[in-house]
């Protein structure tokens, strides 16, 4: 059974950073790509990064020179490293795996920046 485990969350000043991990289990992380996206209240869940097994990254273009998206398949945990925080990326940010078009989620972690 997939588990994925974000966490690193929490509440911080605009212009501040934070860092998300998400630890994975129960799948072929190695192999798998692995992102981030988000969801904001009222808003539809966006992405925010992807990693892929082997290959380049992909940002949004909102969070593209702020946020960097890594990978450890040592420890089989992705990160979501986010600097120059803005109010605007305020949300819930979901771990999420995808393996051959089958995809699972984390129980997401809030993000809050105040202005």
């Known amino acids: 059974q997939v588990q994925l485990v974000e966490s690193g969350g929490g509440l911080v000043q605009a212009g501040g950073s934070l860092r998300l991990s998400c630890a994975a289990s129960?799948?072929?992380?190695?192999?798998?790509?692995m992102g981030w996206y988000r969801q904001a209240p009222g808003k539809q869940r966006e992405l925010v990064a992807t990693?892929?097994?082997?290959?380049?990254?992909d940002y949004a273009d909102s969070v593209k020179g702020r946020f960097t998206i890594s990978r450890d398949n040592t420890k089989n945990t992705v990160y979501l490293q986010m600097n120059s925080l803005k109010p605007e990326d305020t949300a819930v940010y979901y771990c999420?795996?995808?393996?051959?078009?089958?995809?699972?989620w984390g129980q997401g972690t809030q993000v809050t920046v105040s202005s």
């Open positions: 129960g799948m072929f992380f190695s192999i798998s790509t």
């Open positions: 990693i892929p097994s082997m290959g380049t990254t």
């Open positions: 999420n795996a995808n393996l051959l078009g089958v995809s699972a």
